[in-house]
């Protein structure tokens, strides 16, 4: 009988190299504005209150990628990851499952790599501060991953609970050569930081434009529902370039599209994609302002990021 491998946490985390990772997703992103992927929008149903996706995509070269995720915001008064996901990489001529693997390693790895191709594409300079707004689970791989791209002096983090920012702090310390300090004001880190990293399950704008000093790149990867903002009109209004992971899902999907394009302080037009920037069919940044990427996350990014580790593995074995 056939046996699907099944990979777990400490195997996923073993196995990738961020910038290998980095580069396989600006090549994913190409593939997807180009429309040489399948990628249907993604199945949202709430649970008890709780957030759950099905997300799907095919990628030439990669297979079919199925993932099942959940934001459960309690799980850390229980001792658990707020997201919790599983991936499956598919086949796609025969059907025939091969692997499953933890998708919330994955899904860490896959969003910093795709937030470290925005800085990369967006806002290109070495040096200078990176500020992070959440010191979660999501935040520490947001850091490594920005690190790789930016090599920033300073990083700045801040949490609303002061422990959380303090801890990460230290922990990163000894592992980066940058000076990294907690702060106790969201309004200094957005004034002192040239690339800004939201990693939050804020309700509420977090990312703020009246403070922002440009030039200044801000990523916001909280505020996956049309009723939630992280970043203000303020910062929409400033922004030279508003780049998404994707036109269609983020214009359905995060009240940082939905209510700006209803407000009209935004137009579809405007959003640019990740991929498309990548390909040079539009600007990353064009002067010395405000940059923004706002990213959903999309199948394609999984599927991507799950193939690379389903080779990794076969590589290893050989």
């Not at 009988?1 to 990772?21: A, H, R």
């Not at 907690?182 to 309004?187: E, F, M, R, T």
């Not at 899902?249 to 407000?263: F, I, R, Y």
């Not at 539009?282 to 959903?296: A, L, N, S």
Request: neutral net charge; proline residues 5%; aromatic residues 6%.
């Amino acid at each position: 009988m056939y046996q699907i491998p099944m990979i777990g946490f400490e195997e996923v985390e073993s196995v990738i190299d961020p910038e290998e990772l980095i580069e396989e997703i600006c090549e994913c992103f190409k593939l997807y504005s180009m429309k040489r992927t399948v990628t249907p929008p993604r199945t949202v149903m709430y649970v008890e209150g709780n957030w759950w996706g099905i997300m799907t995509s095919y990628i030439p070269g990669c297979g079919v990628g199925v993932k099942v995720v959940s934001v459960i915001p309690d799980n850390p008064k229980r001792g658990l990851r707020t997201t919790q996901a599983l991936v499956t990489i598919y086949d796609h001529e025969t059907g025939l499952p091969l692997i499953v693997m933890d998708g919330t390693s994955l899904t860490a790895h896959r969003t910093a790599a795709t937030t470290a191709a925005s800085i990369k594409f967006m806002w290109r300079s070495k040096g200078g501060t990176l500020g992070l707004i959440g010191a979660g689970f999501q935040g520490r791989y947001q850091v490594l991953y920005a690190y790789k791209v930016m090599k920033p002096d300073r990083i700045l983090i801040y949490d609303i609970v002061k422990k959380a920012s303090e801890r990460l702090s230290k922990e990163l310390s000894r592992k980066l050569d940058a000076e990294i300090k907690s702060v106790s004001s969201l309004k200094d880190l957005l004034e002192g930081s040239h690339v800004v990293i939201e990693a939050t399950t804020c309700k509420e704008p977090v990312i703020i434009g009246k403070y922002l000093k440009p030039p200044a790149h801000v990523i916001s990867i909280g505020a996956h529902t049309p009723t939630e903002r992280a970043i203000d009109d303020d910062t929409i209004r400033l922004a030279e370039v508003y780049a998404v992971d994707s036109r269609e899902a983020t214009s359905k999907e995060t009240g940082d599209v939905v209510q700006p394009l209803k407000s009209g302080i935004l137009k579809l037009e405007d959003l640019v994609e990740l991929g498309e920037i990548a390909l040079g069919l539009r600007p990353g940044r064009v002067g010395k302002g405000i940059t923004i990427f706002k990213t959903v996350g999309i199948a394609v990014e999984d599927t991507c990021a799950a193939y690379y580790v389903l080779r990794k593995l076969s590589r290893k074995a050989k």
